[in-house]
């Protein structure tokens, strides 16, 4: 069964390019603009300015450079032309100054933002994850207690979570007299295939600033710093603007779905979706509001208490956090500080994860978090 889905972004959704960090020779604020250069065209402008000998005589002779501070030694008509010929992309800019630069993922051709099918399918697995272990807890906990035998290193973090995905996803058979060898073949995900995700409105994303918030028990919040550093961290992505309204098209296959059979398909996979996006987007909704009332900041709580009233019940993208894209969500406190001293930075503080991060404005107030939508079936 084919179905139309809607994201409708209600906080800030960043799921950055492949190119991560821009240099800050690629982009400039000009305004209220974030212009992203490309690197061909302005060797191309500066060809034909004949600055290319001053340019990289700037660069080699400056300890940080950028093109906010190369513009002060050419003239504006210069810096002018610059812009207009080598920058491929213009951003809004709701932070006032820009001081790293982070770009949203983009279609090619039309170079708008999207959102891709991996990060929603992805989101979607561990939100079936959460529904099948909250279900039958049994191989989690019994996975918990094996790490907590072994020494710190022994099992690598990106290996931690492949027993219980094979467990839960894969460990299924096919109905009748196939013999299907259990892994891949059977993986539940196979009955659900997803499409990237596309808007039809223009100027769906904006930069904003983040910070990261870290919880002590005993101190109460404060912003991360740089390492070895008094300086706050401070990112800038290119975020999808709240509001926002993206369409994909999600696939159901019936034939799949009658013979995929596991002891944890209890129901179709379009009842079992459903219901999984519910229950974890509940579950993470509550316990973000406690980590931010416990910090302190009843502004952020009530600021998700009103994204839950709006019918979120999905997140995605970076900022999501531990919680929201592994089964850390369903662990007892004393059972995420065993991940965290085998996989983690071992600290004293008992809160883990015991950092988010958050959209920070202007004057210096966290005014929200990252990742959160309302997902919808439209139609048949």
Known sequence: MKYTAKLIVQSPVFIGDEKGNRSPLEFCKQGSLVYVLSEDKLTEVLLMLKRVDHFMGYVMNSPSPSLYKYFETISDNEKNLIIKNAAVRAVPAAASRVKN???????????????????????????????????????????????????????KKEEAGKVLDFYYFQNNKIRGKVKARRGANTDLMR????????????????????????????????????????????????????????????????????????????????????????????????????????????????????????????????????????????LKENERRILRDKFFQSRNNYVFPQSRKVVVAENEEISGTLGWCRLELITK
């Open 101 to 155: 630069l982070r770009l949203h993922i983009c279609d090619p051709v039309s170079l708008n933002p999207y959102i891709p099918a991996s990060s929603i399918k992805g989101a979607v697995r561990s939100a079936l994850m959460h529904y099948f272990i909250s279900d039958n807890s049994e191989e989690l906990r019994k996975h918990i207690a094996e790490i907590s035998r072994q020494s710190r290193g022994a099992i």
């Open 191 to 330: 009955i659900i295939k997803i499409s990237d995700a596309f808007s039809k409105q223009k100027d769906t994303s904006e930069i904003v600033r983040v910070k990261v918030v870290s919880l002590n028990r005993d101190r109460g919040y404060h912003f991360s710093k740089v390492k070895g550093r008094e300086e706050e961290i401070e990112i800038f992505v290119e975020a999808i603007k709240p509001g926002s309204e993206f369409i994909f098209e999600l696939e159901i296959d019936d034939f799949l779905d009658s013979i995929i059979e596991g002891k944890n398909k209890h129901r179709s996979m379009k009842e079992m979706l459903i219901e999984a996006l519910h229950l974890k987007g509940e579950q993470l909704m509550q316990e973000e509001k406690e980590f931010f009332e416990e910090a302190g900041l009843s502004n952020v709580k009530n600021y998700l208490e009103v994204l839950k009233n709006k019918g979120a019940n999905f997140r995605i993208g970076w900022g999501s956090g531990l919680l929201g894209t592994t089964a850390a969500l369903l």
